[in-house]
């Protein structure tokens, strides 16, 4: 069954390059475009993997990390974020708020679809689901 991956950003031309660097590996993707969104999207689509845009309407992405980290469910589901910013703090804050990895823009395709290919992979081992 396809990966269901929830990709939270606010910028239309980023999100379409999101979802097009990572629609042919095949993932099941959904779309969320503020903060408010990003929380009630993933608590109802219960996705394998969250790529958090920081820099968001509403409630910033490092604030939805740490929500949805205070969630038993979500406790181990990985999140990527994303930011402009590619500052050592930005970075430090990420991983603060629950972040598990850290993508700076311009992204980098074939980084981007490496890294969630290793979070499901970790994940999947951690569940079992792979002998
Ligand atoms: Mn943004």
Redesign the pocket.
């Known amino acids: 069954m396809a990966k269901k991956i929830l990709v939270v950003?606010?910028?239309p031309a980023?999100m379409k390059l999101l979802l097009a660097a990572l629609r042919p590996q095949g993932y099941d993707l959904i779309q969320a475009i503020d903060g408010e969104e990003a929380l009630k999207t993933a608590i109802s689509e219960s996705p394998e993997l969250i790529i958090m845009?920081?820099?968001?309407p509403k409630m910033n992405g490092m604030e939805v990390t740490g929500k949805l980290r205070e969630m038993p469910e979500f406790s181990d589901v990985p999140i990527i974020a994303v930011t402009a910013y590619a500052m050592k703090v930005d970075k430090e804050k990420a991983f603060e708020s629950g972040c598990n990895a850290y993508l700076s823009k311009p992204i980098n395709i074939q980084e981007l679809r490496n890294v969630v290919a290793e979070m499901l992979l970790r994940r999947s081992e951690a569940r079992h689901e792979i002998q």
């Open positions: 950003e606010d910028n980023n845009d920081v820099q968001l």
